[in-house]
């Protein structure tokens, strides 16, 4: 990885939600785009490269009806042999009415071939409420032989909360289990504004699975949770995690750097795990937080301590 970069700084503007894979030789780069329009993918051979490769829009919203507002946080994945993204869309007749929707490349290449919409991701047959109601942020990883997908749902009557669950995969486009509740905002910190688990992400150390997500409102008080556990465990039962009694990532303003959150993780050339984040470099937001561009993508490289625990400093590098 270029040597001369910086970590911790702004890496590419007015993306967030950022997310990061590689596949074949490339690092695709996708997130949420200001005008929340419709889903860009960049590649580069390089991770930090990927700041000046081009960006093509892959797939724009629909006019009206389901997938119509609201296109946030796709996320690129390889499973069951075929590319995905996950994204959520909200209508433009009821723009908090947001769910979770798939798009399925139609050949080898996820950047030069077409997308196919497959529609909403469907929950399983004996699982009445999956995806009822508003449900976005959704992730998906591996372990054991089988795939899980993680997302935010709200629930309630009067104050929403957001919480996040679990189930595993029968395909791509389906889900296998119903949905368990995997967090709720317990604590403080997920309390800001509102009741807040939402963008989920995973990354793996040895025998151990970490899931990370964002708590809190979009602004300076926006962080970093996790969840722990073990592979192999039963990942459907929420006693397998453990939950982090703080933040493990949080604003710091002596940096200037204000609400990280809804990350993903990658190797970076040399084999070091990166966090990929978003954050802004201001404290006072212009407007509505939702509505307001900047938030920008950043790099940290994760420290690892001696039982195989990350470490998320902006002091890594």
């Given at each position: 990885?270029?040597?001369n970069?910086?970590?911790?700084?702004?890496?590419?503007?007015q993306r967030?939600?950022p997310?990061?894979?590689?596949?074949?030789?490339?690092y695709?780069?996708?997130a949420?785009?200001?005008?929340?329009?419709?889903?860009?993918l960049?590649?580069?051979?390089?991770?930090?490269?990927?700041?000046?490769?081009?960006?093509k829009?892959?797939w724009?919203?629909?006019?009206?009806?389901?997938?119509s507002?609201?296109i946030w946080?796709?996320?690129?994945?390889f499973l069951?042999?075929?590319?995905?993204?996950y994204?959520?869309?909200?209508e433009?007749?009821?723009?908090?009415?947001?769910?979770?929707?798939?798009?399925?490349c139609?050949?080898?290449?996820?950047?030069?071939?077409a997308?196919?919409?497959?529609?909403?991701?469907q929950?399983?047959d004996?699982?009445?409420?999956?995806?009822?109601a508003?449900?976005?942020?959704?992730t998906?990883?591996?372990?054991?032989?089988?795939?899980?997908?993680?997302?935010?749902?709200?629930?309630?009557?009067?104050?929403?909360?957001?919480n996040?669950?679990?189930?595993?995969?029968?395909?791509?486009?389906?889900?296998?289990?119903?949905?368990?509740l995997?967090?709720?905002?317990?604590?403080d910190w997920?309390?800001?504004?509102?009741?807040?688990?939402?963008?989920?992400?995973?990354?793996?150390?040895?025998n151990k699975?970490?899931?990370?997500?964002?708590?809190?409102?979009?602004?300076?008080?926006?962080c970093v949770?996790?969840?722990?556990?073990?592979?192999?465990?039963?990942?459907l039962?929420?006693?397998?995690?453990?939950?982090?009694?703080?933040?493990?990532?949080?604003?710091?303003?002596?940096?200037?750097?204000?609400?990280?959150?809804?990350?993903s993780?990658?190797?970076?050339?040399?084999?070091?795990?990166?966090?990929?984040?978003?954050?802004?470099?201001?404290?006072?937001?212009?407007?509505?937080?939702?509505?307001?561009?900047?938030?920008?993508?950043?790099?940290?490289?994760?420290?690892w301590?001696?039982?195989?625990?990350?470490i998320?400093?902006?002091?890594?590098?």
């Amino acid at each position: 990885m270029d040597t001369n970069f910086k970590f911790n700084e702004p890496w590419i503007m007015q993306r967030a939600d950022p997310f990061v894979t590689y596949y074949g030789g490339y690092y695709y780069f996708t997130a949420s785009v200001p005008a929340y329009d419709s889903i860009v993918l960049r590649r580069s051979k390089t991770l930090v490269g990927l700041a000046d490769a081009e960006e093509k829009v892959l797939w724009k919203k629909h006019e009206s009806g389901p997938m119509s507002e609201h296109i946030w946080a796709p996320e690129l994945h390889f499973l069951f042999g075929k590319y995905y993204i996950y994204f959520a869309g909200g209508e433009k007749e009821d723009v908090w009415n947001i769910r979770p929707y798939v798009l399925e490349c139609s050949g080898d290449d996820p950047y030069e071939d077409a997308w196919v919409e497959k529609g909403k991701m469907q929950c399983a047959d004996d699982d009445e409420f999956s995806f009822r109601a508003f449900s976005l942020d959704a992730t998906v990883f591996e372990d054991s032989g089988n795939h899980y997908f993680v997302w935010a749902e709200k629930v309630g009557v009067g104050k929403q909360i957001s919480n996040l669950y679990i189930a595993r995969m029968e395909s791509a486009t389906k889900l296998a289990t119903v949905q368990v509740l995997l967090t709720t905002p317990d604590y403080d910190w997920e309390r800001v504004g509102f009741w807040v688990n939402e963008g989920p992400s995973v990354i793996k150390k040895n025998n151990k699975i970490y899931l990370t997500f964002s708590a809190s409102e979009t602004g300076a008080a926006y962080c970093v949770g996790m969840l722990s556990t073990e592979s192999g465990r039963d990942l459907l039962d929420p006693l397998s995690w453990k939950k982090e009694r703080y933040p493990v990532l949080k604003t710091d303003a002596s940096k200037e750097l204000y609400g990280p959150g809804h990350n993903s993780f990658v190797k970076d050339e040399d084999g070091r795990d990166i966090m990929v984040y978003h954050c802004r470099t201001e404290e006072k937001i212009e407007g509505n937080p939702l509505y307001n561009p900047n938030r920008h993508a950043f790099l940290m490289p994760v420290a690892w301590d001696e039982n195989d625990g990350p470490i998320f400093s902006y002091d890594n590098k």
